[in-house]
């Protein structure tokens, strides 16, 4: 069983996981938009205390790349960059489609996040499968397939998973990864590069 610290800064929420041996610790603040910063190394340092588990003692460490709030992917990626580099141990990153795909027991379905203005981060799986996109509510609608996320969002056919619980089992379904880095993944620019032009 592999030892490592997970984190999920993505989104208004932040989840930081720690795994040691049989021990797993999930801390789940469900609404600290705009304190990530702030309180992210708190957070870690508490889960690792929590699972008894030193930053040595990781095998690797993870963040959610994205998409999202770009400011949150931002600081989850370089928390657990600082600790891989301090280490020199390697970094998993899971992607915020893949961490709500691999807690869907389904063949055909889209993962959908909020990315504001009536507008959706999504992406299809199975033999609805395409690219990352962003798209209006409308054309999400038009897709036709079960839709899956972890926000209360107001589209047909949508099942909402308990964000809490999806990092642990996205970390053990997908056949680990690991890199040297990680990168955001970002489907749209973000306003400040939209509006230089």
């Given at each position: ?132 996109a962003y798209l209006s509510l409308d054309e999400v609608e038009k897709l036709g397939c079960p839709l899956y996320g972890f926000e209360d969002l107001p589209l ?42």
């Amino acid at each position: 069983m592999s030892n490592y610290l997970a984190v999920d800064a993505s989104s208004r929420y932040l989840t930081v996981v720690a795994k040691k041996d049989e021990n797993l610790i999930v801390r789940h603040l469900a609404d600290c938009a705009m304190k990530h910063s702030v309180i992210i190394m708190d957070e870690v340092d508490a889960a690792f205390g929590q699972a008894g588990l030193t930053p040595a003692e990781c095998d690797f460490f993870c963040a959610v790349t994205g998409p999202g709030s770009f400011t949150g992917i931002r600081i989850g990626i370089s928390t657990v960059k600082g600790l891989a580099l301090g280490t020199k141990k390697p970094l998993l990153g899971i992607t915020s489609f893949d961490l709500v795909a691999y807690n869907v027991n389904s063949k055909n379905f889209c993962v959908v996040i909020d990315a504001a203005h009536s507008h959706f981060y999504v992406k299809g799986y199975g033999e609805k499968a395409f690219a990352s996109a962003y798209l209006s509510l409308d054309e999400v609608e038009k897709l036709g397939c079960p839709l899956y996320g972890f926000e209360d969002l107001p589209l047909k056919n949508y099942t909402k998973l308990e964000i809490k619980d999806c990092l642990p089992v996205a970390i053990e379904r997908s056949e680990g990864n690991f890199s040297e880095d990680i990168t955001a993944l970002y489907v749209r620019k973000s306003q400040a590069e939209e509006g230089r032009k």
